[in-house]
C-alpha cells in the first residue's frame, strides 16, 4: 500500500510539473502582431504572388523582418497593381511595400517610410550596326513596349493605358520578359525596363543580353517606400527602425545589392525605436 501511495504521488507530482512547465512555455510565447504586406506582381521584387510562389525579393525581405525580432509577424497577402488601392484603404492589407508615393497615393491617407533603396528605369533597344545611343533621344515615331500600371517619367508619369497607346505608340504587357522579347522579334523599337530586372534577365540570358542595346539614358530614378495604413499594427518609426538594423546586420545588401539596387544610408537612425526593436529579438 505504501509503495501504491508513492507510486500515485510521484505521477501526481510529475503531472503538476509538466503541467506547470506548460503555463510558463505558453507565457514566455510572445502573441505577433500580424502585419499584412501587398503582394503586386513587379519583378523582381514580387513574381506572380498569386501563384503562392516565395519567388522575389519581397519574401525575402519578409524572412529577414521576421527573423528580426518577435513582436510582428510578417505576411504576404497578394494583390495586384490597379487593386492594391482599393486592398489598402479597405484593410485588406497594412502596408504597401516598393511604393512612391506620387504613384496614385496622393488623396490616400497613409504614412510613408523612405526605404533608401534606388532603383532606375531605362531604355532598352535591339542591337543592330550603325544604332548608337542617339538613338533614344527622341522617342516620336517609335513603337514602344511598356510595363502596364508603371508610371514613367517620359509620358510625365500618366500611367492610362489609353493615354500611352495614343501618345507613344505603346503596348502595354505585364510582363518585362514579353517587352524584351518584342525588341528581340522587331515587334517593338524600345523598351523600358527596371535596372534591377535588366540586370537579372541579362546574366540569365546571355544569348539574348548580346542583341540588346542599353541606353545610357535614363527615363527615371526612384527611391522605393513603404506605405502605411493609419490603422496599421505597426508604426512607421517601428518599420524605419527595423531597416536601419538590418543595414547594419548587412541583410539589405545581402537581397538588394545582387539586382543593382542600391541600398543607401541612412542619413539619421531612430536610436529608441531601433533598440525597442532590438529588445524584442
Known amino acids: ?46 513574381i506572380r504572388p498569386e501563384r503562392g510562389a516565395d519567388t522575389g525579393l519581397l519574401p525575402e525581405l519578409v524572412a529577414a523582418l521576421n527573423n528580426l525580432q518577435k513582436d510582428f509577424q510578417f505576411v504576404i497577402v497578394p494583390t495586384s497593381i490597379p487593386r492594391r488601392f482599393r486592398d489598402f484603404e479597405q484593410g485588406r492589407i497594412d502596408m504597401a511595400i516598393f511604393e512612391n508615393p506620387e504613384w496614385d497615393w496622393q488623396q490616400i491617407p497613409h504614412e510613408t517610410v523612405d526605404m533608401k533603396l534606388e532603383d532606375a528605369e531605362i531604355f532598352v533597344a535591339r542591337k543592330i550596326p550603325g544604332r548608337e545611343q542617339s538613338y533614344f533621344t527622341d522617342l516620336q515615331g517609335k513603337r514602344l513596349a511598356l510595363f502596364s500600371g508603371y508610371h514613367y517619367a517620359f509620358a510625365q508619369f500618366n500611367a492610362d493605358p489609353k493615354y500611352l497607346a495614343e501618345h507613344y505608340n505603346a503596348t502595354l504587357t505585364y510582363s518585362h520578359d514579353s517587352n524584351l522579347l518584342m525588341i528581340l522579334r522587331d515587334r517593338a523599337d524600345v523598351a523600358l525596363v527596371t535596372r534591377s530586372y535588366l540586370s537579372d534577365f541579362m546574366a540569365r540570358n546571355h544569348e539574348e543580353a548580346r542583341q540588346l542595346l542599353v541606353s545610357e539614358r535614363i527615363d527615371q ?18 518599420f524605419d527602425a527595423m531597416l536601419q538594423l538590418l543595414r547594419d546586420n548587412g ?20 536610436a529608441v525605436a531601433a533598440d525597442r526593436v532590438q529588445e524584442s529579438r
Open 1 to 46: 500500500m505504501k509503495s501504491l501511495s508513492v507510486q500515485v504521488a510521484s505521477r501526481a507530482l510529475l503531472a503538476a510539473v509538466v503541467a506547470a512547465l506548460a503555463v510558463q512555455a505558453s507565457a514566455a510565447q510572445v502573441v505577433r502582431q500580424v502585419v499584412r504586406i501587398g503582394a503586386a506582381h513587379f519583378p523582381p521584387y514580387t
Open 221 to 238: 530614378t526612384y527611391r522605393h517606400f513603404a506605405l502605411l495604413r493609419p490603422q496599421s499594427p505597426l508604426s512607421g518609426v517601428q
Open 251 to 270: 541583410q539589405m545588401l545581402k537581397i538588394f545589392q545582387p539586382f543593382r539596387i542600391a541600398v543607401l544610408p541612412m542619413e539619421s537612425t531612430r
